[in-house]
């Protein structure tokens, strides 16, 4: 950003808790001030994350553009427009003129005020995709079967009183605890909540009584020890955050988490090891750094 005047820096949540995680001495040893818009992308951004980016790399004058969209979709739909939309941390805002978005029950009824459920797209716009080449009923069923007539995107949202879109990450990444449904998102965000920790990355597990049960990974900030009362810390904290429902049944510190090149968290690797299947882990040939699976699977609770 100094060194080429940056004026806009977009960039991934995960990206940023990787700086956050080093501490403000950082990005206060440069000159930010060339920077005028910040954007985010690729998952939802928790409000911890949201208001670092805010406070410490924007300097509390740089409105945040938190973006919704998919490669499928053609383009940006669900965003702030900067310096016109009044922000909330953490939320995508509103749809782009034109879009019209929706967020469904698994019976097709539309869910309620802050009500969680399948997002969806009600009408057709130019950027959508129109096939999957060779696979014209693999597209179809992903992705116009489940809810007919509308664009089923696979991400789960919610929309507050003020009709704002809080994005809630993949629908299959929500996790069944006694017949309980939580969004993954949710559960990283509390603890991520925490002044010591940095990152955190949730996946169900197989549970004999509960069904299935909450595995955590948590990537603590630099120099904090990793220690079992600060396990016990932080289990507490997502009690307190959420609710006993909740509560990381195995709670895994680790250095670092299996991300391809781009930052996203390859969380399917993580249900494997969380699942104790770590011989079947599949292609893992886009992660950035292939050996944290290594130190993953030793350090399995």
Sequence with gaps: VEKYQVDIFYTAPTALRAIMREGDEWPARHDLSSLRILGSVGEPINPEAWMWYYNVIGKGRCPIVDTWWQTETGGILITPLPGATPLKPGSATFPFPGIEPAVLRQDGSEADVNEGGNLVIKK???????????????????????????????????????????????????????????????????????????????????????????????????????????????????????????????????????KTRSGKIMRRILTKIAAGDVQNLGDTSTLADPTVIDTLVEGKQ
């Design 124 to 258: 057709p716009w130019p950027g959508l995709m129109r096939t999957v080449y060779g696979e014209p009923e693999r597209f179809k069923k992903t992705y116009f079967v489940q809810y007919p007539g509308v664009y089923t995107t696979g991400d789960g949202a919610r929309v507050d009183n003020d009709g704002y879109f809080w994005l809630m990450g993949r629908i299959d990444d929500v996790i069944n605890v006694s017949g309980h449904r939580l969004g993954t998102a949710e559960v990283e965000s509390a603890l991520v909540s925490h002044e010591l920790v940095a990152e955190a990355a949730v996946v169900g597990m197989p549970h004999e009584i509960k069904g299935q049960g909450i595995y955590a990974f948590v990537t603590l900030k630099a120099h904090v020890p990793q220690t079992d009362d600060l396990k016990k810390q932080l289990v507490n904290h997502v009690r307190q955050e959420i609710g006993p429902i909740a509560t990381p049944d195995k709670l895994q510190f680790a250095d670092g988490l299996p």
